[in-house]
């Protein structure tokens, strides 16, 4: 299956943000959503189908033009299937945020099934002036299932520099993922990547967690833990401002 979608979001003549672009296709099926907050605007992703499966090629491509304010989520989290004997699945997510625009991505957790062979390759493009919150978690294997096979390629530029660059392996083929210098015997890893003009401070999330400033206008938060509710106990917060100010003021 091949799919490909897109978000344009630009800032209204009212001080708030229009979608000029929302297109889907399944199982890349976008929809808006609540009411505009702050003159920002809600997108969920919604799955259309099952997967990714084994053969799929998935593309969504991201677009927030200055004073815009988007918000991405979904509905729920996104389960990689091993499917037919094919090449390894793969989604390319890519995004652009213009000076003064802001780009908060937080869909729900990958889950990567038993059997799964499936790339991620994020690219991320901040102008000098945007502000970015970029969330991903991980989830290896179903409950007491074997994981499956997941590389993430992540780089998120800001002013034409890289950021934060990182690569991140699990699964058969990925030699010592489950070790001590990987996630510790852990079954779930999130990160929190924020970029921009105001950064949070750094503060101690917990025993499995941490959050430390990016050689630029960055700050990485990260945890592990053996189910995904210790990443989102860890990470949840972080990604709320009121909580985020609670966190730092620790």
Known sequence: MRAEAGIVA???????????????????LLRR?????GGGVTV???????????????????VVEPGARLEIRSVAASLALPGRPAPPSRLTVTAS???????RWLPE????AAGCDHDVVTRVDVAEGGTLLWRDDLVCGRHREASGAVRADTLIRYAGVALYRHELAVGPGAPG????AVLGGGRAIGTVVT????????????TDAAAMRLAGPGVLATAVGEDIRQVKAALDPWCDPASRRALTAV
Do not use: K, M, N
């Open 33 to 37: 959503t609540g009411r505009p907050d």
């Open 44 to 62: 969920h992703l919604v799955g259309g189908a099952a997967g990714p499966l084994r053969g799929d090629e998935l593309r969504l491509d991201v």
């Open 10 to 28: 630009e800032r209204d003549d009212r001080g708030g943000t229009r979608l000029a672009v929302l297109r889907g296709e399944s199982p890349l």
């Open 195 to 206: 970029a921009g003009p105001e950064l949070p401070e750094p503060a101690v999330l917990g």
């Open 109 to 112: 957790p990958l889950i990567a």
């Open 177 to 180: 993922w489950d070790g001590a």
């Open 97 to 103: 945020v213009a000076a003064g625009g802001t780009l």
